[in-house]
Nanobody, 119 residues
Framework: QVQLVESGGGLVQAGGSLRLSCAAS????????MAWYHQAPGKQRELVAI???????NYADSVKGRFTISRDNAKKTVYLQMNSLKPEDTAVYYC?????????????WGQGTQVTVSS
């Protein structure tokens, strides 16, 4: 089992920045991919950014050039640096972690943290 604790959400004006953190604990030695999703009211949860155990990253088109995902494997933590925030970035942001136990995959979600960007 992996437990995830998120922090860093809040209210910010358009053009501002926030940094989200998600710390994993428990059975963390099998973690490979770590990611951030967001879900706006009335919409489906969507991938924002993902980072593999090797450090490869991928981003949603809407955040490319503004958001940066990173991870500290020693601290079992994934970060999302969000710059040049827009009102349309307002959503609940969820941390996602995938375990690979010998080819069997297990996924875990954080509790979510609210990000609100005012215009």
């Amino acid at each position: 089992q992996v437990q995830l604790v998120e922090s860093g959400g809040g209210l910010v004006q358009a053009g501002g920045s926030l940094r989200l953190s998600c710390a994993a604990s428990g059975n963390t030695f099998s973690i490979d991919a770590m990611a951030w999703y967001h879900q706006a009211p009335g919409k489906q949860r969507e991938l924002v950014a993902i980072i593999t155990s090797g450090g490869s990253t991928n981003y949603a088109d809407s955040v490319k050039g503004r958001f940066t995902i990173s991870r500290d494997n020693a601290k079992k933590t994934v970060y999302l640096q969000m710059n040049s925030l827009k009102p349309e970035d307002t959503a609940v942001y969820y941390c996602y972690v995938r375990e690979n136990r010998g080819g069997a995959y297990f996924t875990y979600w954080g509790q979510g943290t609210q990000v609100t960007v005012s215009s």
